[in-house]
C-alpha cells in the first residue's frame, strides 16, 4: 500500500469511530414519570403536569384541558399545584388580584399621559392662538394705517384737480370724467 492508500484507509476508520461514540455518547429519553407514583405533595408538586390533593392524598395529572381542575378530582381549596403551602384557590385569587392591579396601573398611565398631552397641546394651542390674534391685529393696524395714506393721497389728488367735492365718486372716475373733460 502507498502512503496516500494508508492515509485514507486510517482516516476512514477515525471518522467511523467518532461516528459510533457519539451516537454512543447520547443519552436514551427517559420515559415520563406518572404523577400518580409520587406520594407525597413535595415529590408531587415540582412537576408541572402534576397536581396533589390533600383531602384524597393523592397525585393525580393536571387536567390541562380545564383551566381549573374539576371538583370531581379535587376542590381548589384542597388542591396544591407548584407550591405545598398554597392552595390553588388562593394561588387563582392572587394572580386574578395582580392582573387586575396591573390593567388599573396601566390605565391611570394611560389617562395620565392622554391628560398630561392634552393639557400640553392646549396650553401650546392657546399660546399659537394668541400669537395669531396678536398678528390679524397688526395686519388690520397695518391696513388701517395703508388706508388713512390711500384717502390722504386721493384727497390732495381731488384738490389738485378741483373734484374735492365729489369725494362719495372713486377716484378713477373722477379722473376718467376730468381726462374727457379736457380731450373736449
Known sequence: MSGQACARVTA????????????????????????????????????????????????SDYPVTWLLPPPSLCPLAEARWGVCWLNFEALIITLAVLGGCILIIITVCCCCCCCGCRKRRSSRLDRDEERLARRREEIRHRSEERKVERQARHDEIRRKYGTYGHSHLPLSVILCNEEMMAFL
Open 12 to 59: 476512514a476508520l477515525v471518522l467511523a469511530v467518532a461516528l459510533v461514540s457519539v451516537g454512543e455518547c447520547q443519552p436514551t429519553p427517559t420515559p415520563p414519570v406518572p404523577c400518580s407514583t409520587f406520594k407525597s405533595c413535595d415529590s408531587c408538586v415540582p412537576h408541572a403536569k402534576c397536581l396533589w390533593c390533600i383531602t384524597t392524598k393523592n397525585c
